[in-house]
Nanobody
Framework: QVQLMESGGGLMQSGGSLRLSCAAS????????MQWYRQAPGKQREWIAS???????KYAESAQGRFTISRDDAKNILYLQMNNLEPGDTGIYYC????????WGQGTQVTVSS
């Protein structure tokens, strides 16, 4: 059974940093493309960043230059380092794995105050 569990969210002031983690079980973060999404209050879920099994990385324009996606294959954890946070980064952050099936975590709340 595949499980993804996010952690690391919290309340942060503008300009601060957070590192989100996504611990995987029943699968490997290195097997398939892993992605981070964000759902802001009242908005649709939006894609933030992705890393392929071959470590090709892409970012949404809103994340470019401030966020870094990475993974630790030995620990089986996906990360999202978020720097210079802005109030617009507020939302629930989800990790997902896109293989033959798509799996989602339960999300972790990030709130950025101005």
């Amino acid at each position: 059974q595949v499980q993804l569990m996010e952690s690391g969210g919290g309340l942060m002031q503008s300009g601060g940093s957070l590192r989100l983690s996504c611990a995987a079980s029943g699968t490997s973060v290195g097997w398939y493309t892993m992605q981070w999404y964000r759902q802001a209050p009242g908005k649709q879920r939006e894609w933030i960043a992705s890393i392929t099994s071959g470590r090709i990385i892409k970012y949404a324009e809103s994340a470019q230059g401030r966020f870094t996606i990475s993974r630790d294959d030995a620990k089986n954890i996906l990360y999202l380092q978020m720097n210079n946070l802005e109030p617009g980064d507020t939302g629930i952050y989800y990790c997902s794995q896109w293989g033959s099936l798509t799996y989602w975590g339960q999300g972790t709340q990030v709130t950025v105050s101005s």
